[in-house]
């Protein structure tokens, strides 16, 4: 299979990679691009560790060919801070409620939340529960995780 030249809007910069045909779009952040902040747990779409945002949604980067991201937009965790490093509001909430432990899992989580917060500013209980259920953690037993998305929408209301 032939290599292709694709160009990327990684974290708002243009990227350009030629990667062979059948590469992810997991393998191209991190191998091509050198954003490791995207993780790779199960290979199978399952976990949510690889989730990245494409065109503000988020979408799981071990399912994907690199080639299909060609022209569009991509947000990994090392993109959700501001340019000058400050955290995101979703990064605060989840360092001030301890939403993290061993961290493997923590950039999906972190994706999917600003995309869940985006859509829904002052999610409920069920609706924090239903919209992190495609994420797996292993070490926290996700009150923490829970607690920051709540959080994470009183800082952004606060914010606004």
């Known amino acids: 299979m032939r290599d292709i030249a694709i160009t990327l809007t990684v974290n708002g910069i243009v990227r350009r990679a030629t990667v062979p045909g059948r590469r992810l779009l997991s393998d191209c952040l991190r191998h091509d691009l050198g954003l ?15 989730t990245v945002l494409l065109d503000g949604q988020p979408v ?7 080639a299909t991201a060609d022209g569009h937009e991509v947000t990994t965790v090392e993109g959700l801070a501001e340019p000058d490093g400050t955290l995101s509001p979703v990064q605060r909430a989840f ?6 432990q061993c961290g493997f899992c923590t950039p999906g989580f972190l ?4 995309a869940l917060l985006r859509d829904n ?3 409920g209980e069920e609706e924090v529960v239903e919209g992190i259920s495609g994420n797996l953690c292993r070490c926290t037993g996700y009150q923490n995780i829970v607690r920051a998305v709540h959080r994470a929408a009183e800082i952004l209301a606060e914010e606004r």
């Not at 799981?60 to 690199?66: K, V, W």
């Not at 994706?111 to 600003?114: D, E, G, H, R, Y």
């Open 111 to 114: 994706c999917t939340v600003t």
């Open 95 to 100: 360092a001030e409620c301890h939403g993290l």
């Open 121 to 123: 500013p002052a999610p």
């Open 36 to 50: 490791t902040g995207t993780h790779v747990g199960c290979e199978h779409g399952v976990c949510g560790c690889c």
């Open 60 to 66: 799981r980067s071990c399912l994907m060919f690199a």
